[in-house]
């Protein structure tokens, strides 16, 4: 299927690996004109790098920090006008809400929904004077089932989508959907990093702890990120301009609900 964005220019955030990585390979496969940025230049270089073997769509990259207003600029500066956003930060660290202060709740809503907002606010408007555009928001299957002791998470990607289910009625009559993809268990070095400190809180094996997660996911496996890549491409084709202000899940069933 031609997704019918070839040419067209998009962002993509934490893409040096992981999730932000497979979106931005799905977007470059279809001829899209991909700007990747995440803080370390090492790994940032080495995704261009690459994306540009594909010999498909132009990447550039640009070194920044999303989550700061500096960052924010930087990307903005080298490329103000994009037709597509994919927002995309790592989530804040599990814990007790009793331990969390003012401080370390206002890190967690900068990084997971101020500055996805911040983000939109500088784009929406050239979309919707283009008559096109596609926001994508990476969030979390915690939004759709929220997780005891991820409260940061809960809350302040709970609040983005709040946020983007009133927004996006007010911009698809102008050729622009803001939609949020909601991971569940990715086999990403994210997930990786997890079960090895869930292993050593336990005292077991990482192969035990995966293992047992495998065991009560109802597809025994975990999602692979060009999986994501590819549900992200398509809502962000031209054959997507029908779906609007929804939550995308992707976790092979493990939510239990309809």
Not at 33 to 48: H, K, N, S
Not at 195 to 209: C, K, L, M, N, Y
Request: charged share 20%; with cysteine.
């Amino acid at each position: 299927m031609d997704l019918g964005i070839a040419g067209k220019k998009a962002l993509v955030c934490g893409a040096s690996a992981g999730l932000g990585l497979a979106c931005a390979h799905a977007l470059v496969r279809e001829g899209v004109e991909v700007v990747i940025v995440a803080r370390t230049e090492g790994p940032l270089r080495d995704a261009a790098d690459s994306l540009r073997g594909l010999h498909a769509g132009a990447v550039h990259w640009v070194v920044a920090d999303v989550t700061s207003s500096e960052g924010r600029a930087r990307v903005l500066a080298a490329h103000p006008e994009f037709d597509i956003v994919v927002t995309n930060a790592g989530g804040p660290p599990p814990g007790d809400f009793r331990h969390w202060d003012r401080e370390v709740w206002l890190k967690a809503l900068d990084a997971n929904m101020l500055a996805p907002i911040e983000l939109i606010k500088a784009t929406v408007d050239g979309m919707m004077a283009r008559g096109f555009g596609r926001i994508l928001n990476i969030t979390s299957s915690a939004v759709k089932a929220p997780v005891d002791g991820l409260g940061l998470s809960n809350g302040a990607r709970s609040g983005l989508t709040g946020f983007v289910a009133g927004l996006a009625r007010t911009t698809v009559g102008h050729g622009v959907t803001i939609n949020n993809l909601l991971p569940g268990t990715f086999d990403t070095a994210r997930l990786a990093g997890n079960f090895a400190a869930q292993a050593q809180r336990e005292g077991r094996s990482v192969d035990e702890v995966r293992s047992a997660r495998l065991q009560k996911h109802p597809a025994h496996r975990f999602g692979q990120p060009s999986e994501l890549g590819a549900t992200c491409a398509f809502l962000c084709s031209v054959h997507a301009g029908y779906i609007n202000g929804q939550n995308v899940l992707l976790d092979g069933g493990s939510f239990a609900g309809v």
